[in-house]
T-cell receptor
Framework: KAGVTQTPRYLIKTRGQQVTLSCSPI?????VSWYQQTPGQGLQFLFE???????NKGNFPGRFSGRQFSNSRSEMNVSTLELGDSALYLC???????????FGPGTRLTVT | GQQLNQSPQSMFIQEGEDVSMNCTSS?????WLWYKQDPGEGPVLLIA?????ELTSNGRLTAQFGITRKDSFLNISASIPSDVGIYFC??????????FGTGTRLQVFP
């Protein structure tokens, strides 16, 4: 079974731009969660989608948004990028009958 | 955001030694997960725990779900160089968001 895939793996953007990251969960997984990881703040939860609905949300500003499609693939969008948005963005998908989250390799975003 | 207290923050050990790390929370959880992360990669799930007092092994790794449901422990026996990485605990209550620990950085010297 293929694992969680994320595209792109690396991205460089300029302040003020917007960016869209993509995540394809493991086949059969219906929940997708997004995390931001920085050296100083560790793993911070952004949001979780289940069956195309946002089920949980972290404490991030409205510039961070996401969505999930009917095939469970998910995207997250960051508008008006700031330097502090530079981070590794991870998505994880969850099995149907347990709470085990399986992570993708991440997208490394650098904002200059 | 909320994070769990994980200790120690870092460990430098010799190959062959055993390792212990733990995670504590002010809230109770009904799921504890342990992950390992290599540089530039996503965390990999090592062990999942679902019951207070549960002890689960995965090869040289053993993890326990604390009886108070507010803590968890991970032990690695006979460490090897490929054990190097950052270990994270994570706790969850039902379908609430997963809360991660601050991480333990493990360095193994030959």
């Amino acid at each position: 079974k293929a694992g969680v895939t994320q595209t792109p793996r690396y991205l460089i953007k300029t302040r003020g731009q917007q960016v869209t990251l993509s995540c394809s969960p493991i086949s059969g997984h219906r929940s997708v969660s997004w995390y931001q990881q920085t050296p100083g703040q560790g793993l911070q939860f952004l949001f979780e989608y289940f069956s195309e609905t946002q089920r949980n949300k972290g404490n991030f500003p409205g510039r961070f948004s996401g969505r999930q499609f009917s095939n469970s693939r998910s995207e997250m969008n960051v508008s008006t990028l700031e330097l502090g948005d530079s981070a590794l963005y991870l998505c994880a998908s969850t099995t149907a009958n347990t709470y085990e989250q399986y992570f993708g390799p991440g997208t490394r975003l650098t904002v200059t | 955001g909320q994070q769990l207290n994980q200790s120690p923050q870092s460990m430098f050990i010799q190959e062959g030694e055993d390792v212990s790390m733990n995670c504590t929370s002010s809230s109770i959880f009904n799921t504890w997960l342990w992950y390992k992360q290599d540089p530039g990669e996503g965390p990999v799930l090592l062990i999942a725990l679902y019951k207070a007092g549960e002890l689960t092994s995965n090869g040289r790794l053993t993890a326990q779900f604390g009886i108070t449901r507010k803590d968890s422990f991970l032990n690695i026996s006979a460490s090897i160089p490929s054990d190097v990485g950052i270990y994270f605990c994570a706790g969850q209550m039902n379908t609430d968001k997963l809360i991660f620990g601050t991480g333990t950085r493990l360095q193994v010297f030959p």
